[in-house]
């Protein structure tokens, strides 16, 4: 068997493979340092920078190990490109047929039982005939799939009105109960994923293996030899939502409207538990108007700042969950059975958060745009939990991402996930030329972040800088208004008055969906995008239609968001430095990532400008330049347009000046 260095070298078989293929020091000793993990079933944690080739140097020796493996992401995105590019890709290269499922959560796949029910077109707000003509066509459709993976049918995407209720949840899935259970794509692919020797699956199956113990998919992860998890960075936050409590009315929602299907179909009747039915829809109004009292629609805030009256309305919504759960209890309908224990499970998960402490975590409200209303218990500590988790599953556990450590330090990764005191650490430069490649930006005579005027003195400064790169832009924001006035300044500054049209082509989140918005971005060499959180990591932009990223605002958490509040207060009892120990670090790592956007390929050129001034009045800013690549830096406004006049495509930058 060929060694890694011969495997990852010059002359090996990826490069006959991938005419791009580029053999480099950091990639082999990741794929060495996985290996040994994998071999000897211990942890580690890789930080990788960009260009290192993360992906290969964890799947190759995946691939050669023999081993069952678990490779989880951040996003679906990802996961399809590993199943269905990289891994196909990596095994005709090496020679190993391997046998790969990609595995998603229940959601993705169409529910056959919930197909077949006679109501499936009156369940939704389209017209009746437009819901029937898609209803038909997807049962059409669901008679030729094998793998039921609504993927395949993109009339039903995601947010569609009608999907819900073709998908099962693990609140309603009837499991070995369910007429269709031999038929059911959930189970056919968990027994799949069972069988393989390597699965591909999400951070959100993932965890809710982990905390939710989702049966028929623990087959899976007590049998695997190793878990790599990329995009961990993401892991900590997403840990604590799933450690935790929730509980929304669409539950209850779902739940009468499954019970009124279920009595019809076992001739009771759809309104048989009329009685129990309305008295429990009228305690759950009553709950969602004492959180709606307390907050806007959309927005969020802890339970202690909800009107008093909101523990007594939600005590009541359990009894009535629990005077439903005893009326089903007496039925002997094998279909009612399921609904009994919905209900009490909902009533057990209600009564829960009416109990959390402030030691418990954040309890926090939320209401929905569409008046429903979600309750939920954010842990602050887990620890203690996952760590017992990862030492019950006597595997290798190897966390990657570009962005782990702070200064070289991983330890804002490693405590809240509770990883062994003896986790292996390493972290691998990127290989690219920052001090050639790039410039960093740091504006003088800014205001301060926190004055009024800030935000249209940012947008002054990046469109000076944008008009200098001739487009080619992102422009990063921490927050949805910041961006939405910054976007109505730049049309007014860019629209032609005679032709009325806009001088760059300017791409605004929330107007187009995400992965539109880059397609059209990396189509032209003269876009300019403006993007909050979901544009600051997982977007990859080679080449010169991305020359310039312009960041508004260090990426503070805001202290007035409700979480965040709220786990600065845990740590001040704690008797603990939350801006040391949270504050700064998750900037850093946001930071990072956004930061990271520019230089993604060895020809890459461009700059980055982060125009908050803390970066050079405030001592910390020195600690965030600490954990950024090693660009050369300038303060003057000239030497960056110059610099950016360089990078520019010459045909458009000359078209731009015209």
């Given at each position: 068997m060929q060694s890694l260095r011969e495997i990852f070298g010059a002359g090996g078989p990826l490069s006959a493979a991938l005419p791009e293929f580029r053999s480099r020091r950091g990639q082999r000793q990741m794929a060495e340092a996985v290996a040994e993990a994998i071999d000897a079933r211990t942890p580690l944690m890789v930080e990788a920078g960009t260009?290192?080739?993360k992906t290969?140097?964890?799947?190759?020796?995946?691939?050669?190990?023999?081993?069952?493996?678990?490779?989880?992401?951040?996003?679906?995105?990802?996961?399809?490109?590993?199943?269905?590019?990289?891994?196909?890709l990596l095994s005709r290269a090496l020679g190993r047929a391997q046998r790969v499922v990609l595995l998603k959560g229940r959601s993705n796949y169409v529910c056959l039982q919930r197909l077949g029910r006679q109501d499936a077109a009156q369940r939704t707000e389209l017209p009746l005939?437009?819901?029937?003509?898609?209803?038909?066509?997807?049962?059409?459709?669901?008679?030729?799939?094998?793998?039921?993976?609504?993927?395949?049918?993109?009339?039903?995407?995601?947010?569609?009105?009608?999907?819900?209720?073709?998908?099962?949840?693990r609140d309603n899935c009837g499991g070995q109960r369910c007429a269709e259970f031999s038929r059911c794509h959930v189970f056919a692919a968990r027994k799949a994923a069972a069988e393989a020797d390597i699965v591909v699956v999400n951070h959100h199956l993932l965890l809710a293996d982990l905390a939710l113990k989702e049966e028929g998919w623990g087959d899976i992860l007590p049998t695997a030899d190793a878990v790599i998890i990329d995009e961990a960075h993401q892991l900590p936050e997403l840990a604590a939502q799933f450690f935790g409590r929730a509980f929304s009315s669409r539950q209850v929602d779902s739940l009468v409207q499954d019970l009124r299907t279920a009595a019809q179909a076992t001739g009771l009747g759809a309104r048989a538990f009329d009685a129990e039915e309305r008295a429990l829809l009228a305690a759950l109004d009553a709950t969602g108007e004492a959180i709606a009292?307390?907050?806007?629609?959309?927005?969020?805030?802890?339970?202690q700042q909800a009107p008093a009256r909101l523990d007594e309305e939600a005590a009541r919504l359990t009894a009535q969950l629990r005077a439903l759960g005893e009326s089903l209890a007496g039925q002997q309908s094998e279909a009612l059975q399921p609904l009994h224990e919905r209900a009490e499970t909902l009533a057990a998960e209600l009564e829960g958060l009416l109990e959390a402490t402030e030691a418990d975590g954040a309890r926090v409200l939320e209401r929905g745009n569409a008046g429903g209303f979600s309750l939920r218990l954010l842990p602050f500590d887990v620890a203690s939990r996952f760590g017992a988790l990862m030492a019950a599953r006597p595997c290798s556990w190897i966390f990657t991402s570009a962005t782990l450590c702070v200064s070289g330090d991983f330890r804002h990764f490693a405590d809240p996930l509770g990883l062994p005191a003896e986790t292996r650490a390493?972290?691998?430069?990127?290989?690219?030329?920052?001090?050639?490649?790039?410039?960093?930006?740091?504006?003088?005579?800014?205001p301060d972040p926190t004055q009024p005027d800030y935000g249209d003195a940012f947008v002054d400064c990046a469109a000076d800088l944008v008009e200098a790169s001739g487009g080619g832009a992102f422009l990063l924001f921490t927050s949805h208004r910041a961006l939405e006035r910054a976007a109505q300044r730049l049309r007014s500054r860019w629209i032609d008055l005679d032709s009325g049209e806009l001088r760059f082509n300017l791409l605004v989140q929330g107007e187009s969906p995400r992965e539109r918005l880059l397609q059209a971005f990396r189509a032209t060499n003269d876009a300019v995008l403006l993007g909050t959180a979901s544009f600051w990591e997982g977007v990859d932009v080679k080449g010169q239609a991305l020359r310039l990223v312009a960041i508004d605002r260090l990426p503070f958490a805001s202290p007035e968001d409700p979480l965040t509040r709220a786990r600065i207060d845990q740590m001040r009892r704690a008797q603990r430095n939350p801006f040391a120990e949270f504050q700064l670090p998750d900037a850093a790592i946001a930071l990072k990532q956004g930061v990271g956007r520019?230089?993604?390929?060895?020809?890459?050129?461009?700059?980055?400008?982060?125009?908050?001034?803390?970066?050079?009045?405030?001592?910390?800013?020195?600690?965030?330049?600490?954990?950024?690549?090693?660009?050369?830096?300038?303060?003057?406004?000239?030497?960056?347009?110059?610099?950016?006049?360089?990078?520019?495509?010459?045909?458009?930058a000359a078209a731009a000046s015209g």
């Amino acid at each position: 068997m060929q060694s890694l260095r011969e495997i990852f070298g010059a002359g090996g078989p990826l490069s006959a493979a991938l005419p791009e293929f580029r053999s480099r020091r950091g990639q082999r000793q990741m794929a060495e340092a996985v290996a040994e993990a994998i071999d000897a079933r211990t942890p580690l944690m890789v930080e990788a920078g960009t260009g290192i080739g993360k992906t290969f140097a964890y799947l190759v020796p995946a691939l050669l190990s023999g081993r069952r493996c678990v490779i989880s992401t951040g996003t679906r995105t990802l996961q399809d490109q590993l199943f269905g590019r990289d891994l196909p890709l990596l095994s005709r290269a090496l020679g190993r047929a391997q046998r790969v499922v990609l595995l998603k959560g229940r959601s993705n796949y169409v529910c056959l039982q919930r197909l077949g029910r006679q109501d499936a077109a009156q369940r939704t707000e389209l017209p009746l005939g437009s819901a029937a003509a898609l209803v038909a066509k997807l049962r059409q459709w669901s008679s030729t799939t094998r793998s039921g993976d609504l993927a395949e049918f993109p009339e039903l995407g995601e947010g569609h009105p009608l999907r819900s209720s073709f998908v099962s949840t693990r609140d309603n899935c009837g499991g070995q109960r369910c007429a269709e259970f031999s038929r059911c794509h959930v189970f056919a692919a968990r027994k799949a994923a069972a069988e393989a020797d390597i699965v591909v699956v999400n951070h959100h199956l993932l965890l809710a293996d982990l905390a939710l113990k989702e049966e028929g998919w623990g087959d899976i992860l007590p049998t695997a030899d190793a878990v790599i998890i990329d995009e961990a960075h993401q892991l900590p936050e997403l840990a604590a939502q799933f450690f935790g409590r929730a509980f929304s009315s669409r539950q209850v929602d779902s739940l009468v409207q499954d019970l009124r299907t279920a009595a019809q179909a076992t001739g009771l009747g759809a309104r048989a538990f009329d009685a129990e039915e309305r008295a429990l829809l009228a305690a759950l109004d009553a709950t969602g108007e004492a959180i709606a009292a307390s907050l806007r629609t959309g927005q969020r805030t802890l339970w202690q700042q909800a009107p008093a009256r909101l523990d007594e309305e939600a005590a009541r919504l359990t009894a009535q969950l629990r005077a439903l759960g005893e009326s089903l209890a007496g039925q002997q309908s094998e279909a009612l059975q399921p609904l009994h224990e919905r209900a009490e499970t909902l009533a057990a998960e209600l009564e829960g958060l009416l109990e959390a402490t402030e030691a418990d975590g954040a309890r926090v409200l939320e209401r929905g745009n569409a008046g429903g209303f979600s309750l939920r218990l954010l842990p602050f500590d887990v620890a203690s939990r996952f760590g017992a988790l990862m030492a019950a599953r006597p595997c290798s556990w190897i966390f990657t991402s570009a962005t782990l450590c702070v200064s070289g330090d991983f330890r804002h990764f490693a405590d809240p996930l509770g990883l062994p005191a003896e986790t292996r650490a390493l972290e691998l430069p990127s290989p690219f030329d920052y001090e050639t490649q790039g410039l960093l930006y740091l504006p003088q005579g800014l205001p301060d972040p926190t004055q009024p005027d800030y935000g249209d003195a940012f947008v002054d400064c990046a469109a000076d800088l944008v008009e200098a790169s001739g487009g080619g832009a992102f422009l990063l924001f921490t927050s949805h208004r910041a961006l939405e006035r910054a976007a109505q300044r730049l049309r007014s500054r860019w629209i032609d008055l005679d032709s009325g049209e806009l001088r760059f082509n300017l791409l605004v989140q929330g107007e187009s969906p995400r992965e539109r918005l880059l397609q059209a971005f990396r189509a032209t060499n003269d876009a300019v995008l403006l993007g909050t959180a979901s544009f600051w990591e997982g977007v990859d932009v080679k080449g010169q239609a991305l020359r310039l990223v312009a960041i508004d605002r260090l990426p503070f958490a805001s202290p007035e968001d409700p979480l965040t509040r709220a786990r600065i207060d845990q740590m001040r009892r704690a008797q603990r430095n939350p801006f040391a120990e949270f504050q700064l670090p998750d900037a850093a790592i946001a930071l990072k990532q956004g930061v990271g956007r520019l230089i993604r390929g060895e020809d890459d050129l461009g700059l980055v400008a982060i125009c908050d001034p803390r970066m050079t009045t405030r001592r910390y800013g020195r600690d965030l330049l600490k954990s950024l690549p090693p660009f050369r830096t300038t303060r003057s406004a000239d030497d960056a347009r110059a610099w950016l006049a360089a990078v520019a495509p010459r045909p458009r930058a000359a078209a731009a000046s015209g």
